[in-house]
């Protein structure tokens, strides 16, 4: 499979529009969404792993798995930015491995292994 992850210059379009979406549903989370080293990740994440429709929202054709493999790309660039700025957190990790778990599709650890090394640039 080739790259999964949705460009970030095609977010960019509809950035306050994420942004509007993601706010509506912070609350549920103690993350600062307003953080200038992490909280654009966050908001991707809250995006594409809550928003009902993303590919008509963005206008792009995104499965249930390309879907999945962009909210887990932006959760681990959240986590990486977020332990950069505040040291390590066990619990990113596991919220992470929990987002594998719970996946109901068939993964590819391939494309796995290269989002989270990704992420981390």
């Known amino acids: 499979m080739q790259n999964p992850i ?3 210059s095609a977010l960019r379009a509809t ?5 509007n979406f993601a706010t509506s549903h912070r609350q549920s989370y103690s993350v600062d969404c307003d953080d200038s080293d992490y909280g654009s ?3 991707y994440y809250l995006f594409y792993s809550r928003h009902p429709s993303v590919s008509s929202f963005l206008g792009i054709d995104l499965d249930d798995e390309r879907k999945f493999y962009n ?7 959240f986590a990486k930015l977020y ?6 957190d066990a619990g990113l990790e596991q919220e992470a491995f929990k987002m594998l778990e719970d996946a109901n599709l ?3 650890f391939e494309v796995i292994d290269m989002l989270d090394a990704k992420a981390k640039e």
């Open 6 to 8: 949705v460009q970030e």
């Open 41 to 43: 990740a966050f908001m």
């Open 106 to 108: 068939d993964l590819d």
């Open 83 to 88: 332990m950069d700025k505040h040291g390590y």
């Open 15 to 19: 950035h306050q529009n994420i942004v």
């Open 71 to 77: 909210a887990y790309y932006w959760f681990q660039r």
